[in-house]
């Protein structure tokens, strides 16, 4: 059995910095990925980040310059740095664990980025 569990979200000032994490328990391969999502309200939910064990990762362009995805392989922990956050940012933040057994989705967790 595998969990996720993600961690971080709140209330933040625009252009402060919030780091989420996603950790993943259980039965995990050696080869897996984690994927970051966003859903912010009234819009459909879009990947923000994806990483794989190795540490290979990728980032959506509008928020490269912003957000930074890494991850701790022993931990089994991936990690979403955001920096410079502005009110389009909210929204409610999820992550999953892909590997060949499937894929694992952790709660969401509530990101608001408001004055």
């Known amino acids: 059995q595998v969990e996720v569990v993600l961690s971080g979200g709140g209330l933040v000032q625009p252009g402060g910095s919030l780091r989420l994490s996603c950790a993943a328990s259980g039965s995990i391969d050696s080869i897996y990925a984690m994927g970051w999502y966003r859903q912010a309200p009234g819009k459909q939910r879009e990947m923000v980040a994806l990483i794989d064990n190795n540490g290979l990762n990728s980032v959506q362009d509008a928020v490269q310059d912003r957000f930074t995805v890494s991850i701790d392989n022993v931990k089994k922990t991936a990690y979403l740095q955001m920096n410079d956050l502005k009110p389009e940012d909210t929204a409610v933040y999820s992550c999953?664990?892909?590997?060949?057994?499937?894929?694992?989705w952790g709660q969401g967790t509530k990101v608001t980025v408001s004055s």
């Open positions: 999953d664990l892909v590997q060949t057994s499937g894929t694992t």
